[in-house]
């Protein structure tokens, strides 16, 4: 057990900044931010290939995630802090990965594992409509709460921990089929795997029962709020249209630039492309990605909306975990039943 002392000489993981700001101002000395959204983009078990895979998915040479760097002192014991949100989840699978990897013990290792903060009734009523979670943080609770769970604090049994670091390796694989039948068998200790997987599936083609290849559910929606008139990303995602609530439901955790990342994903795919795309009303690199382009759908890319794929690379691949989405190398879609299939 840790004592209320702990937290001064512990080394504390936090999963995003407020979490890391928040543990600083109630005492601790120590606080490594492990946060990046892994429910998008690549995701490698290297971690230098990891951190390549991931600055230039997002095309930026920028360093947010510190749970890799040589500078970090892992003094004992070691807390990661937990909420129920996915994108924490996966982080913390990461986590206990690294630790593995850099030698500590699973006893050295006290997760304080966070329930989910009690919502008003009308952000209760609205959270209760998502299928998956991805807005709660540890720093939603007051700082007498993150004290008193300090005295709590406690390795997971070695099992569980062992289970947590299989995850992440599932996660990371170039075959996604274990990580997904994983997903959807269950794993003891892991509740967040159904709806984890709830939202990743949407971002794989499908294949009906008839054979014929679709879309993924994300680039469904998205080409479906996409018309012949211009359109910047932001007013992709505020369009009211019969799909706004599904369309939310994945931006509120994929992030916002996640769609504009896709929609150029689409304008840069083959000389025949299914969206074109023109300079919007805010300049290039002035921080309004959301504003700097338009975009418009093209004939094709209505024939690929309304009549499916004729091959998987007629859309632009999308990693996802350690595989890609749409790849001719790695040829899995999506069943009817919710099952991952190579086609």
Same mark, same amino acid.
């Given at each position: 057990m840790a004592s209320l002392t702990d937290i001064h000489g512990a080394t504390h993981v936090a %999963?995003?900044?407020p979490t890391a700001e928040q543990l600083l101002r109630i005492g601790a000395s120590r606080v490594v931010l492990a946060s990046d959204r892994l429910l998008t983009g690549p995701s490698r078990p290297n971690p230098l290939e990891h951190v390549r895979a991931r600055q230039t998915w997002w095309n930026s040479s920028e360093i947010w995630d510190s749970l890799y760097s040589q500078e970090n002192r892992w003094d004992l014991p070691v807390i990661? !802090?937990?909420s129920s949100s996915l994108h924490e989840r996966l982080n913390l699978w990461r986590t206990c990965s690294w630790l593995r990897d850099v030698g500590l013990a699973c006893h050295d290792i006290l997760i304080v594992d966070l329930d989910p903060v009690v919502r008003s009734s009308a952000r209760s009523r609205e959270g209760s409509k998502r299928p %998956?979670?991805?807005?709660?943080?540890? $720093?939603d609770h007051p700082d007498e709460a993150l004290l008193a769970r300090i005295e709590k604090a406690s390795p997971w049994p070695p099992e569980r921990y062992e289970r947590?670091? /299989?995850? !992440?390796?599932?996660?990371?694989d170039e075959n996604p089929l274990s990580f997904?039948?994983?997903c959807r068998a269950g794993v003891e200790g892991f509740p967040e795997l159904a709806p984890l997987w709830a939202l990743l599936s949407r971002f794989f083609p499908r294949r009906t029962a008839e *054979? @014929?290849?679709?879309? $993924? /559910?994300f680039d469904e929606i998205t080409l479906s709020r996409l018309s012949t008139e211009w359109q910047t990303p932001a007013g992709v995602a505020a369009q009211k249209s019969e799909t706004l609530v599904d369309m !939310?439901?994945?931006? %509120?955790c994929t992030g916002d630039l996640f769609l504009s990342r896709r929609l150029e994903h689409w304008a840069d795919h083959e000389s025949s492309a299914a969206v074109d795309r023109a300079p919007g009303p805010k300049p290039p690199n002035a921080g309004y990605p959301m504003l700097s382009e338009v975009y418009r759908l &093209?004939?094709? *890319?209505?024939?690929?909306? @309304? =009549? *499916?794929? @004729? =091959?998987? &690379?007629d859309a632009p691949s999308l990693p996802i975990a350690g595989t890609e989405a749409y790849s001719a190398s790695a040829p899995w879609v999506l069943l009817d039943d919710g099952r991952l299939a190579r086609l």
């Open positions: %999963f995003d900044a990661p !802090w937990v %998956f979670d991805c807005s709660q943080s540890v $720093s947590a670091v /299989r995850l !992440w390796d599932s996660y990371v997904a039948e994983s *054979g @014929d290849l679709r879309l $993924s /559910r !939310w439901h994945l931006l %509120f &093209t004939e094709r *890319g209505m024939r690929l909306r @309304d =009549k *499916g794929l @004729d =091959k998987l &690379t």
